[in-house]
């Protein structure tokens, strides 16, 4: 369904509840925002349905306090829920099994399942704070001022867009990408401020996360693969729950002649694993054969029940078949 239709449900509706993928990023948390404020100078009766907290790299964004976990499941009378950024059923952050109305289903992963009643999937998009951007100029929201709710408006959907795309540099950036960037910086989106917030803030806990996670990567499949373990011993050390380890990685992809970068992550329930690609292996092939998802350059999976050891044979046997 076109964004134009998806615009006329949403003016239709009244009552709507916002929600998103489990672990929320900067992307599903920036759409999110950004679709709320714009929901609301709508004067709907838009609200967050989340089981998650906002992480605190993101707390800065406008009516990130909503994001706090109170509103599970959608409330009595709403006649709209828009998933934003996940592909998955059962990676949507919101108990949905006894709502019955709508769902909008907005997304860009390649691996989106159509779970919702009205789907937009564009996965050339680079981030789905691209497609908010377009929803909200289908909606009427007039993004030329500088008026200050513009200006929060667009710095929600700034940091879906920096986020997804590592500050611009991953291929799946477009015109599109850096035109949207380039409407949001003339109407008041200090992009600088908002590079600061989300990356110059770290706990120094973090770092040195980032540094002994580093000191141990490994190099397998010829140099072509960068494997990294961070075991729940070493976060609780730490005393660093939920961390997001997308920079880590991303160094981890920098080291030269590797193809595919790995953080597995030890969690209470099994593993965690990220993967991201330089140039053409398919990392979301990877992580479907593992029951996970995501792009062809990024992609996620968790192993139930598995310890790190038991992982990565797993992970590296995966990696091999597709890079062979
Ligand atoms: P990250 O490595 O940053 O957690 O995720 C990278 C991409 O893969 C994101 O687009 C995310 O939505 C997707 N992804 C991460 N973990 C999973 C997972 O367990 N299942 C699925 N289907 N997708 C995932
Ligand atoms: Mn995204």
Do not use: W
């Amino acid at each position: 369904m076109a964004l134009r239709e998806i615009s006329k449900v949403i003016i239709e509706s009244n009552k709507i509840g916002i929600t998103f993928h489990t672990s929320p990023d900067g992307d599903a948390i920036g759409s999110t925002l950004g679709l709320l404020n714009g929901l609301r100078e709508m004067g709907k009766d838009a609200y967050i349905i989340s089981r998650e907290v906002i992480p605190n790299n993101l707390s800065f964004l406008p009516l990130g306090c909503e994001i706090d976990g109170t509103i599970k499941a959608p409330i009595y009378g709403t006649d709209l829920v828009i998933v934003l950024d996940c592909g998955n059923v059962d990676r949507i952050c919101a108990d949905l099994d006894q709502y019955d109305g709508t769902i909008i289903n907005i997304d860009h992963h390649v691996t989106n399942e159509k779970y919702g009643k009205y789907n937009y999937i564009d996965n050339k998009a680079a981030a789905t704070a691209e497609l908010i951007y377009i929803l909200l100029k289908e909606l009427n929201f007039v993004f030329n001022e500088e008026a200050e709710s513009v200006e929060e408006i667009g710095n929600c959907i700034y940091t879906g867009l920096v986020t997804d795309t590592g500050s611009f540099r991953h291929s799946n950036v477009t015109k599109r990408t850096h035109s949207i960037a380039g409407e949001l910086i003339s109407c008041g989106v200090k992009n600088s401020k908002v590079h600061n917030s989300l990356f110059d803030n770290r706990p120094l806990s973090k770092v040195k996360l980032m540094g002994q996670s580093l000191s141990n990567v490994e190099l397998l499949c010829d140099g072509k693969v960068a494997y990294i373990e961070i075991s729940m011993k070493t976060l609780e050390e730490l005393n660093l729950s939920h961390v997001d380890t997308s920079d880590i990685i991303s160094i981890a992809l920098s080291i030269e002649n590797v193809e595919v970068a790995v953080v597995a992550k030890e969690a209470e329930d099994g593993v965690k694993a990220s993967l991201r690609s330089k140039n053409k292996v398919n990392v979301s092939h990877i992580a479907e054969s593992l029951g996970g998802g995501g792009h062809i350059k990024a992609a996620g999976l968790k192993i139930t029940g598995s310890s790190l050891e038991q992982a990565k044979v797993k992970i590296i046997n995966s990696i091999e078949k597709e890079i062979c």
